[in-house]
């Protein structure tokens, strides 16, 4: 064996490490492209050692003219392997430029497409072929458009998708320089999208344009942006774990609904005023998530209007008065309490014409 077949299979071998007993069977995502062809060639290599079970899932996103004939390639790739497979395709008008654009819109539909093919061959994995280079390129792209700690720890390599099902990225150790590599030396062929080239998106100018700027000036760009992501990585997870001791501290019981009023949910707040911003900026992420609200839209001054109202004196704040956030979400404090509530009426009302107690 080679030393770059050595190399890209160790690596690979390493990010599918302490998988469950019920892991072992996975869903494959493959575009076509190098790199999941070559995800998909490693996981074939490794799949009697670790007693893997594999299927081929393809989404057809039907934005462009060869997609289709994408989708016929990937099949005909699993066949030729002898891979049982599984392809979707994006229904009439699914994949819009909204709520974040085409980009954000089309990976939805992907992860949607992922999510209900795993349940369907009763896969608890679906892997992807996230590599260190999309790694760089997203670390460096949040960092340009402001971000903390989580933005900075960059793709995680494993995440819940959706219940009972876990999306795995083991080929983040592995740059894209190895992966082109290894696919020359075992000869094996992949599409190009020539949509890589085009400049409506934004991964594209960065991987295009802006790295090899960067590189061309730090040849090690690319090892500083993965180095921050491992640090911000450990930083945050440790932010995480105050903010979940915190919230397990200061939650009140829930409120039942009512027909007016979703559920409310209240903290204490003299256990708040006095916790690092960091910690209570942390708490409230993990609140709109769980809640259900739309974290997306929470900005930094949104985050600084919650930690300033953790921190007022008591007696500062009248009864009743809050603020409006994200989502419809009411928050107000009644002392020594802070609560959190999205109306079943009009989230617009002003507070004035809004229910006794916010």
Known sequence: MSRVAAMFGRRLAA???????????MLVAVSGGADSVALLHGLLHLRAEMGLELTVAHFDHGLRAGSAADASWVVELAQKWGMPFIVGAAATGQIAPVGGGWEASARRARYQFLQEAAAQVAAKIVVTAHTASDQAETVFHHLCRGTGLSGLSGIPRRRTLGEGIVLLRPMLQISRAIVEAYLAEQQVEFRVDETNASDLFTRNRIRR???????????????????????????????AKAAARLQAKSQLPAVPPSDSVAEVIGFRIDLLRRRPAVVLKALFAKLWRTMGWPRGQLNRDHFSRLVKICRHNAGEWPKGEGGHFPGGVFVWIEHPHLFFRVSRLEPGLPVENRPEGG
């Open 15 to 25: 990010g599918l490490a302490r998988l469950g007993p019920d892991e072992k069977r």
């Open 209 to 239: 344009d802006l790295l090899p700027a960067l590189k061309a000036e730090f040849p090690q760009v690319e090892s500083s942006l993965l180095k921050i992501a491992v640090t911000a990585k450990e930083q945050s997870r440790y932010v």
